[in-house]
């Protein structure tokens, strides 16, 4: 009989269950570093998942999440390039161990800098918020938007060169986390 998924108990469901579906973007980017074809790295992730639940019991609130899966992640990567070992293209354990290891670096300062991005986009007034929102929205060409309010493209450019300008010295300013 397969293994049946165990789930955490039900006082600590809620909190797993919020940080596996919040890291999902994270995990499927870690798991693309490490398995090249989009399909199997879907699969590998859906096994990721199962794995995560399974175990959900095993995860201690309030430490690093991330950490966890990503350890799992990698454990699920390296079995299944060992799943193909025939195929000769075949990556090597130490060559899997350092793309995990560097994608693990690269999206923890991703995400450091999402924070800090976010932190100094808070420090923008309210219309300078809705501002950068509208110009990087789907439909938002600087063009588009000074027609809706009125004003000429030079302008709105200028405007958003001004907005730019002051995140990039709060982002340069702003402690790493």
Avoid at 91 to 98: P, T
Wanted: hydrophobic letters at 35%; aromatic letters at 8%; charged letters at 30%.
């Amino acid at each position: 009989m397969p293994d049946t998924p165990s789930p955490a108990p039900p006082d600590r469901q809620g909190e797993f269950v919020q940080q596996l579906t919040g890291s999902q973007d994270w995990l499927r980017a870690f798991v693309r570093a490490l398995v090249i074809e989009s399909h199997a790295a879907d699969d590998v992730l859906q096994r990721v998942n199962l794995v995560l639940w399974q175990k959900a019991d095993e995860f201690t609130p309030g430490t690093n999440f991330r950490a966890w899966a990503c350890r799992v992640a990698r454990f699920e990567a390296l079995a299944f390039h060992q799943e193909r070992r025939r195929d000769r293209h075949l990556f090597r354990e130490s060559l899997i161990e350092k793309l995990a290891s560097d994608a693990e670096q690269e999206l923890s300062e991703l995400s450091d800098y999402r924070e800090r991005l976010t932190h100094c986009l808070q420090k923008l007034t309210p219309e300078q918020r809705a501002l950068v929102a509208e110009r990087y929205s789907d439909t938002g060409s600087v063009q588009q938007i000074a027609a809706r309010e009125g004003r000429t493209a030079d302008a709105v450019s200028a405007s958003l060169y001004r907005i730019r300008r002051l995140l990039w010295n709060c982002l340069k300013h702003e402690p790493t986390r």
